[in-house]
Nanobody, 121 residues
């Protein structure tokens, strides 16, 4: 079973920066989309940023210009650089990979275990 291992969460003051990283424990035959989502207790999980296999980037309006997503297909890894953090960015952040483990398989969505990001004012 593939695991997505996240790192880089923590606590920071408003205006600070954090970098989240996520790497798959096993290789994929192919990866479609990689991304980051976040969730606040009592609310639905929301998309923060995604990057497609072709390199197309999508960001939530609330993080545009502050967050940067990048992927490393050789390492089956994805990162999220978060700058100018705000208290409203406080949430549990989840890594997401949509891909297939072997030829002929269907794409499947894998999730990390989540990492807490806390931004204080």
């Amino acid at each position: 079973q593939v695991r997505l291992v996240e790192s880089g969460g923590g606590s920071v003051q408003a205006g600070g920066s954090l970098r989240l990283s996520c790497a798959a424990s096993e290789r994929f035959f192919s990866i479609n989309t990689m991304g980051w989502y976040r969730q606040i207790p009592g609310k639905q999980r929301e998309r923060v940023a995604t990057v497609s296999a072709g390199g197309s980037l999508n960001y939530a309006t609330s993080v545009k210009g502050r967050f940067t997503i990048s992927r490393d297909d050789a390492k089956n890894a994805v990162s999220l650089q978060m700058d100018s953090l705000k208290p409203g960015d406080t949430a549990v952040y989840y890594c997401n990979v949509v891909g297939r483990r072997w030829s002929g398989a269907n794409d499947y969505a894998y999730w990390g275990q989540g990492t807490q990001v806390t931004v204080s004012s």
